[in-house]
Structure formats: C-alpha cells, structure tokens
C-alpha cells in the first residue's frame, strides 16, 4: 500500500513550458486535490475532484487544469508555466461524506519556474 | 467567501509550557475540522481531528476543542518538547462539497 504517490519530487522549468505534474492513490479515495504551499500562505487548494469525471475549482485556478479519467488518477497540468507558479505543490486523498476522515499527502513537488 | 483564519502566524514557548493555536472558519455547514504537523521538507500529516458534533477531543499531550456557535477551533498542546517544533495548519471540511480548506499555519518554536 503506497498511498499517495506524486512525480517528479523537483523541476525547473523555463517561462512558457507546459508540463504535468503526476498524483495517484491506491487507497480507493473518492476524493483528490491538489494545493500549493507558498511561505506565509499555507496550502491552498488549486483543484479538487469528488470521483472520476468530476473536477471543480478550488482557491487558485487559474493557470492550472486537471482531469479525473480513474479513480487512482489526478495529474494537474501547467498549460504554459510562468515564475508565480513557483511553487511546492501537494497531491492528497482523502474519503468523504458520512467516513469524513483525514488527508492523505504525497511527498510534494518543488518547482520552479524561471 | 469559504475560509479558515488562523492565529498565530509564530508562536515561540518554552519547554514545558503550553501552546494554543485558534482558527475560525467562515461556513456554518463545516462539519470536519482537522490539524496537521508539517517538519521542515516534509508532508503535513494528520496529528488530530474533529467533528462538528463533538466539543472537545484529547490525545496524550494534544486536544482540540470546537465552538460551532462562534465557528471557532484550537489546538492545544501541553507540556511542549522540542520535537513539537513545526509548522501547524487547521482546515475545515466545506459542507457541501467536502472540499478542505488550510489555515495559513502556525510556525511552532519550542525553546529548551
């Protein structure tokens, strides 16, 4: 049982580039995010999907897209990076509804965009 | 809007001494109230969580209370070591979309 696993765990990239950062969970989780943590800004929830097919806006959207083909999938895309995307980003898991439980966290990806 | 504010941003104690940290959450439909323990370089992980029908939750040296009415949580640690130093967040479950929303976080300092 791996729980949540994010890729790469570091990656610079220039101004414009596109790339997708990759999450999955073997944990059977409804539910899948991701947020980025910035100094002072504590994690902030980019995109959230509640089950396959479904995805919806968290606090910071713009800039990033998502999909939720499976259940064990969530990559978050960056069409073209720019340097506020500098950033360590979080993939986590977690059940919903009646079994509300805790937040499962991948290892993180640092990036930075130059 | 949807948010959790968190109080305060650092907090420095010395060993021994308690430490409390205070959230309020702006939707009354919030019904998970969880913290999390990040250390320097790595993932925030879970140390305590709370439902909305329940005040209060202890575990060993840490407890979390809720006031719904005032949409208010804390944590609170007693006796601190110097392992307790890190990064704390509060985060509240939105109702009706189960989406979880961070404090800022807290940088715990605990002094020897």
């Not at chain 2, 010395?14 to 998970?32: H, L, M, P, R």
């Not at chain 2, 005032?70 to 006796?79: G, N, V």
Request: proline share 4%; glycine share 8%; with cysteine.
């Amino acid at each position: 049982n791996a729980g949540v696993t994010q890729t790469p765990k570091f990656q610079v990239l220039k101004t414009g580039q596109s790339m997708t950062l990759q999450c999955a969970q073997d944990m059977n989780h409804e539910y899948m995010s991701w947020y980025r943590q910035d100094p002072g800004m504590g994690l902030r929830l980019i995109h959230y999907s509640v089950g396959a097919g479904i995805t919806d806006q968290g606090e910071v959207p713009n800039g990033y897209n998502v999909s939720r083909s499976t259940t064990e999938d969530f990559p978050l895309r960056l069409l073209s990076a720019a340097p506020s995307q500098t950033s360590v980003y979080f993939c986590a898991s977690r059940t919903t509804g009646r079994g509300n439980t805790e937040a499962f966290f991948g290892q993180g990806t640092r990036l930075t965009v130059v | 809007g949807e948010n959790v504010e968190q109080h305060p941003s650092t907090l420095s104690v010395q060993e021994g001494d308690s430490a409390v940290i205070k959230c309020t959450y702006s939707d009354s439909a919030s019904n998970y109230f969880p913290w999390y323990k990040q250390e320097l370089g790595k993932r925030p992980q879970l140390i305590i969580d709370i439902r909305s029908n329940v005040g209060e939750k202890k575990d060993q040296r840490i407890a979390v209370t809720l006031n719904k009415t005032a949409k208010h949580f804390s944590l609170h640690i007693t006796e601190t070591q110097p392992e307790d130093s890190a990064v704390y967040f509060c985060a509240a479950s939105m109702g009706n979309t189960d989406k979880l929303i961070f404090g800022t976080g807290t940088r715990l300092q605990v002094f020897p």
